[in-house]
């Protein structure tokens, strides 16, 4: 018989996992409860992404009180990779790194393992964060609110989207291997937990998240297609860069409406 953790871990799980908030209630799980909150934290990845889209936003606009609107957003994104631990900031880096400088299946693996960045790693990451930056700028007033939290919700949810497009490599590890094959109800809530954001979204444009969802579902295949056939399915850093390319489109489609 499966042990299931209690009805109130599973969320708390995704902001622990996604955050540095501290979650002591965690620590009362035994081993067996707390990988099963794990598990099933995924299908809360798009709200607790919602909710840290909101911590930006707030930031952005605050801040504006005081500084031109580049300032005020780079300091919201400076406190939001701390209060993440740039956690797909580094995904980026690692992935950009070992899919854009190798071939060879093992390769790919060892340099996705490596705690150091290449050219491409940099190049790629200084051009993601340089086009989120100047996407969010491009929107103005409350729509660029709207788009800074949809986009964070999105993003979570199309680590969800990899995940059930691309199952873990076997000889792969981290956290994509940790949650092994996506529970089905995992994969429902986090349509349902992605709502608010697909909500705000729509407020942005009439045809925006018509269209944000046709380039996403493009995007995944793409990257589901090339991680399969180069090391034969998803990894931790396959899932963040799929999040943070997935905020990044978000932002270009909006700012392009």
Not at 93 to 100: I, K, L, P
Not at 112 to 134: N, Q
Request: with cysteine; proline share 5%; charged share 15%.
């Amino acid at each position: 018989m499966r042990i299931r953790a209690p009805f109130w871990a599973p969320p708390l799980m995704a902001v622990q996992f996604l955050t540095r908030v501290p979650v002591p209630w965690l620590a009362r799980l035994d081993s067996a409860r707390a990988n099963d909150a794990f598990v099933r934290s995924t299908g809360w990845l798009p709200l607790v992404g919602s909710g840290i889209g909101c911590v930006t936003a707030i930031l952005f606009t605050v801040g504006q009180m005081w500084w031109p609107p580049l300032l005020a957003l780079l300091v919201a994104l400076a406190v939001e990779a701390w209060l993440t631990g740039a956690f797909h900031e580094d995904a980026v880096a690692d992935f950009c790194d070992a899919f854009g400088g190798v071939r060879d299946a093992e390769a790919t693996r060892r340099i996705m393992k490596d705690s150091r960045i290449g050219s491409y790693g940099t190049l790629g990451l200084g051009l993601a964060l340089a086009l989120r930056v100047a996407a969010t700028l491009a929107v103005p007033g409350a729509v660029g609110i709207y788009a800074i939290v949809a986009a964070a919700g999105i993003a979570r949810w199309c680590a969800v989207l990899l995940m059930a497009m691309a199952p873990p490599a076997a000889t792969g590890g981290g956290v994509a291997k940790d949650i092994g094959r996506l529970p089905r109800r995992s994969f429902w809530l986090a349509a349902v937990t992605v709502l608010p954001a697909f909500t705000l979204l729509a407020a942005t444009g009439r045809w925006t998240a018509s269209i944000v969802l046709v380039v996403i579902a493009g995007m995944l295949v793409r990257i589901a297609r090339g991680v399969r056939r180069r090391i034969g399915g998803s990894t931790g850093d396959c899932l963040g860069f799929a999040a943070y390319a997935g905020q990044v489109v978000v932002l270009l489609v909006v700012a392009g409406a």
